[in-house]
């Protein structure tokens, strides 16, 4: 392997560019899907929830086996490209189709159509983003620069999630007379899912072309390793699993994935039918996501430096447990209401302590996934990156899926009607979505004690690298 020239501000951009697909697919689809189904077609809430469920055990071993495979991939095109070209049309296809299905069949026909083609859409999502991210991991071993890159990444996912929320919100789904909430007006989705896949299939080909010139400084498969197959597959697996600090971050992600998939099912029924938001209301809160993701963006790497990635994830996953069910809690206490004062601007702020700690929080879980990739390789002498980031793909549709399938629970038992008008639902179904989402904070806390277990840390790395370097390099 070549001496790596150093890494510039436009290889950086290009690569995290490729998550702003993943995050708009993960906006709209965690975001839409469920109210899409339940409002819009009327299709029962608890069934959308087990549609979204079905497709977790195919997820469960699609995400790691496309990152044992790509580990263990040979080709001119790298071990991660080639899975990134493959996936780039499908992705954009499945999108547009799990939104747009057929206009004769019924409601159970729906509903499974959206199981078929959902878990279709997140296996090419992930056939994209678990070469992606494990490429982002391969493309520096210092501690503080992994993070930097990480932090590119996490912006521009705001990025996508925001485009997701304009799009919708500020242009295709406005508001009018028939339908104050525009996303309920069955005329609006075609032209926007089109628009959509249309920007999904544009960032996942521009990145994929524009990041392969760094292939031939990327690490390799070693010549003697075995080829992919179903034995190495378990063994990778295994290894992965042997690192304690991979299964604390593993279990944690899991019990954050339930609490932020509650909670995006659930959002845009409070701000909808709770606070009686109309749709260009709730598109000004990009002011309180983008200036979160900024200040989470810039301050990373300062908090690695200062408390290293145990202490920051921590204190980020306190504040993200908290802040975004303080409204919602003062719902359930009246003390705040749809008519309440300068309501939009107080939710804006909230909004502050959602987006600038899931942005520290996700860019740390990142970092810290590369610096186990090292511990990994001193143990084993192979590197898995694509095994150890299909963690995050997994987890992040586990948000779309375990949770959304939660929230279409949590709707069922509260009894909140289909195509309901805002206004007119039920205050004591009201008081039930919000409790609803305020008890979504528990897993959250469970995931921070495992965090707290964490033991990734500068010296840790340091060491690592240390005995790394005093050995062939072997991958």
Not at 9 to 17: D, Q, T
Not at 61 to 69: A, K
Not at 296 to 325: E, N, Y
Not at 379 to 395: A, D, H, I, N, P
């Amino acid at each position: 392997m070549d001496l790596a020239p150093p890494l510039t501000r436009w290889l950086k951009v290009m690569f995290a560019l490729g998550s702003s697909a993943e995050s708009i697919v993960l906006t709209v689809s965690g975001g839409f899907l469920l109210l899409y189904y339940n409002q819009v077609r009327g299709v029962p809430a608890g069934w959308v929830g087990l549609a979204l469920a079905a497709g977790l055990v195919v997820n469960a071993l699609f995400d790691p086996l496309v990152g044992s495979w790509s580990d263990r991939t040979t080709s001119r095109w790298g071990r991660r490209h080639p899975f990134m070209f493959a996936s780039i049309v499908p992705a954009a296809v499945l999108f547009y189709a799990v939104f747009n299905p057929p206009a004769e069949l019924g409601l159970a026909g729906q509903a499974v159509w959206l199981c078929v083609v959902n878990v279709l859409l997140v296996q090419a999502m992930t056939i994209f983003h678990t070469p992606h991210l494990a490429f982002g991991g391969e493309l520096s071993e210092d501690y503080l620069e992994r993070t930097n890159v990480m932090s590119y990444n996490m912006f521009f996912l705001w990025i996508g999630d925001t485009s997701g929320w304009l799009l919708s919100l500020a242009l295709f789904f406005r508001p009018s007379a028939r339908y104050p909430n525009g996303a309920l007006d069955p005329t609006a989705w075609p032209g926007f899912t089109v628009t959509v896949a249309a920007i999904i299939l544009a960032c996942l080909a521009v990145s994929s072309w524009f990041t392969r010139s760094r292939i031939p400084y990327l690490p390799v498969k070693a010549a003697d390793a075995p080829r992919f197959g179903a034995r190495e597959f378990l063994r990778d697996v295994g290894r992965a699993l042997s690192n304690r600090n991979y299964v604390v971050l593993l279990i944690g992600f899991f019990f954050l994935s339930l609490m932020t998939g509650v909670r995006n099912g659930l959002w845009i029924y409070t701000a909808t039918f709770l606070w009686r938001l109309t749709s260009a209301q709730i598109s000004f809160f990009v002011i309180g996501s983008l200036c979160g993701y900024v200040f989470g963006s810039l301050a990373v790497t300062a908090l690695h430096r200062r408390f290293d990635k145990r202490w920051t994830t921590m204190i980020a996953l306190t504040v993200f447990c908290i802040g975004p069910a303080l409204p919602l809690a003062l719902g359930r206490l009246s003390v705040m209401t749809p008519v309440t004062p300068l309501l939009l601007p107080i939710l804006i702020a909230f909004s502050l302590f959602q987006h600038a700690p899931y942005s520290i929080l996700t860019t740390t879980i990142y970092s810290a996934l590369a610096d186990i990739a090292d511990e990994n390789e001193l143990r084993y002498g192979v590197r898995q990156e694509g095994v150890l980031y299909s963690t995050r793909t997994l987890f992040a549709k586990m948000d779309q899926a375990i949770g959304t399938a939660l929230a279409g629970w949590v709707l069922t038992i509260i009894a909140f009607p289909a195509k309901a008008v805002p206004g007119q639902v039920p205050h004591g179904v009201l008081m039930g979505l919000a409790t609803a989402f305020v008890l979504s904070t528990l897993p959250g806390l469970v995931a921070l004690i495992f965090y707290g277990m964490l033991g990734v840390s500068r010296a840790s790395h340091d060491a690592t690298r240390a005995a790394l370097d005093l050995r062939p390099r072997t991958v």
